[in-house]
């Protein structure tokens, strides 16, 4: 079952949400017609700030033992990591922003971003007081995203949602059954990434709030 709980654990990291929630905003939710490009610029400006560049600070700081593990398991050694991936969200939120002022009716792209970086913010803040999961902040950002964005939707997203819960499930008991968390800081996690996301997202949106 180890094995499985990596698995689920690799699959759905926390790195690779903002490009899912992006990617999925692009394919299904952005109903403006722009040229093909400006979704794969979007796209790679994601995957550069939100993957890539975390990626390669986490294993420099690994490198220089600034931390003793990939998985980082103390709050003490995420802090540094917290900090840099806030600093390159907002990178990505100040290029899609540049984009997003030369066209209309997309400000949705900018309003993710800007959701990204306060749930970094938020998962930040409360991991210098108390260890959360950052993978189920990751799903459950996904999961706000979704449900902030179900009313203005043109598509029905009730089953996406529900496929979202059920993955955040399997990410809970992944986190569970690696011990890398107790319960507590596996629903700490999903409630900030979740509410983090709608509020901002229902705010901006200016249709849920």
Request: aromatic share 12%; with cysteine; charged share 10%.
């Amino acid at each position: 079952m180890k094995q499985l709980a990596n698995v689920i654990s690799s699959v759905f990291h926390p790195l690779f949400m903002p490009v899912i929630g992006m990617g999925f905003y692009l394919r299904y939710m952005m109903f403006v017609k722009v040229t093909p490009a400006l979704p794969i610029f979007i796209l790679m400006v994601m995957a550069s700030c939100t993957i890539v560049f975390p990626l390669i600070t986490i294993f420099l700081m690994k490198s220089s033992k600034m931390i003793t593990s990939v998985h980082m398991p103390s709050k003490e050694e995420r802090k540094w990591p917290l900090l840099f991936g806030t600093f390159f969200f907002g990178l990505a939120y100040m290029i899609i922003s540049q984009v997003t002022d030369k066209f209309s009716g997309i400000d949705g792209l900018k309003d993710i971003a800007i959701a990204g970086v306060t749930t970094l913010i938020c998962c930040t803040i409360i991991n210098l007081l108390y260890k959360l999961s950052i993978h189920m902040a990751g799903i459950g950002g996904l999961t706000g995203m979704l449900v902030a964005f179900a009313p203005q939707s043109e598509i029905n997203l009730i089953y996406v949602i529900i496929g979202a819960v059920f993955v955040a499930g399997l990410v809970g008991f992944a986190r569970l059954k690696l011990s890398a968390h107790s319960s507590g800081q596996v629903a700490l996690g999903y409630a900030v990434g979740f509410v983090s996301q709608f509020v901002v997202l229902g705010f901006l949106s200016a249709n849920i709030l």
